[in-house]
């Protein structure tokens, strides 16, 4: 079964909605978080969109979700923001900080 949340946006709106949770709950000195996006051009218009079509799930089991998009996704970046000890361990390992998806092994 697909899930999804029946409210498709782009990757961009839910970069710039990660932005805006940050900003109001860990704001940067000067700026906003929406300051550091950027688009790489090996990848253009790739992240505009992606869809699934949850209805199997609801058709045959009733299946809707409970929690909205934003709700979700806020309570999900607090937890993050709240849980460093379980997430930092992972950026020290060295296959973290390579750009995946190029066909290149990491050194």
């Known amino acids: 079964y ?3 949340g029946k409210n ?13 949770i940050l900003d109001a ?6 700026g906003s978080y929406a300051d550091q996006i950027t688009f ?9 969109r992606y869809a699934i079509n949850a209805g199997k799930i609801d058709r045959e089991l009733g299946w809707t979700p409970d929690v909205k998009f934003d709700d979700g996704f806020k309570s999900t970046v607090e937890w993050y923001l709240e849980n460093k000890i379980w997430w930092q361990p992972l950026l020290e390992r060295s296959e973290t900080q390579a750009r995946q998806g190029l ?3 990491p050194k």
């Open 103 to 105: 066909g290149k092994t």
């Open 40 to 48: 790489v051009a090996d990848r253009p218009g790739h992240d505009r």
């Open 2 to 4: 697909n899930i999804g």
């Open 25 to 30: 709950r860990r704001p940067k000195a000067g």
């Open 8 to 20: 498709e946006m782009t990757n961009l709106d839910v970069v710039h909605t990660l932005c805006r």
